[in-house]
């Protein structure tokens, strides 16, 4: 299996074995045009992110079956996702076979920007927990049980990576909970590769894919390095 391909991640998960992949943790485009607001010379840092501009349910529906077809039975997921869109995302995730288990709230430590006048100011991100149906008896335990679903770990206060670049410290987490030494973990909205920095930390086979070469080229960086950063 690839550690890293290039490419739509529709059109390349098509290609990969069924019921070949452990887990899946992943940040896809949440439909909402984010912006990166960190300026350089007067510019966006960071450009646009492709597949963002609106919610488009019949691609997102898409790529999730697309993903449904290459895990085990019983393997679990999780995908970041935003409160703008969530009822989509949680209808759509359960249209495309898996079974919603819970919210995960992650707690960042610091606020975000926003309306901070007649709003408030977002410290949390949401992930969404769900599980690929198995047959009785052959479902997945978390490997570490009995926790809350409030994780609490640093955002990151200046990406570099990455516009929506994700702390390592989050996934680890979530890889822990839901995989074994050794076991594969899929990310098909790659980015930077946060995923499988986090994965190759936690002796997991990141399975990476990304459509912006210029992605591709940080993540051979990022892994080239031994995935420490
Ligand atoms: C929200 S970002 C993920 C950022 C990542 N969590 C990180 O820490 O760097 C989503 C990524 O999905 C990529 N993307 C969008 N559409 C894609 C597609 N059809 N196939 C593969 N990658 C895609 C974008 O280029 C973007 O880098």
């Known amino acids: 299996m690839n550690e890293i391909t290039e490419g739509d991640c529709v059109e390349v998960m098509k290609d990969m074995g069924a ?18 607001r960190q300026k350089e010379g007067g510019k966006n840092r960071l450009e646009a992110i492709a597949n963002d501009a609106t919610f ?11 993903a449904f077809r290459t895990l085990k039975a019983g393997a679990h997921i999780y ?3 935003s409160e703008h869109y969530v009822g989509e995302f949680r209808t759509t995730i359960i249209a495309a076979g898996f079974d919603i288990k819970r919210m995960l709230i ?10 901070m006048v007649g709003g408030y100011l977002p410290m949390t991100e949401l992930i969404l927990f769900a599980h690929k149906p198995a047959h009785k008896g052959d479902e997945r335990a978390l490997e570490r049980q009995g926790q809350s679903n409030v994780i609490e770990v640093a955002g990151i ?4 990576f990455h516009p929506t670049e994700k ?13 074994k030494v050794g076991e594969t973990v899929l990310d ?3 980015g930077s590769g946060s995923t499988g920095v986090a994965a190759r930390e936690e002796n997991r086979e990141p399975v990476l894919i990304e459509l912006n070469p210029k992605y591709i080229k940080v993540i051979e960086g990022r892994l080239a390095q031994g995935g420490l950063f």
């Open 56 to 66: 488009d349910p019949v691609w997102q529906l898409a790529w999730m079956k697309a």
């Open 188 to 190: 098909p909205f790659a």
């Open 19 to 36: 019921s070949s992949i452990d887990c899946m943790v992943t940040d896809p485009p949440y439909g909402i045009a984010y912006k990166s």
């Open 106 to 115: 992650w707690k960042k430590g610091h606020h975000g920007m926003g309306d």
């Open 157 to 160: 206060r200046k990406m570099e």
């Open 167 to 179: 702390p390592t410290g989050v996934l680890r987490t979530l890889i822990l909970n839901s995989t």
């Open 79 to 81: 995908l970041f996702c």
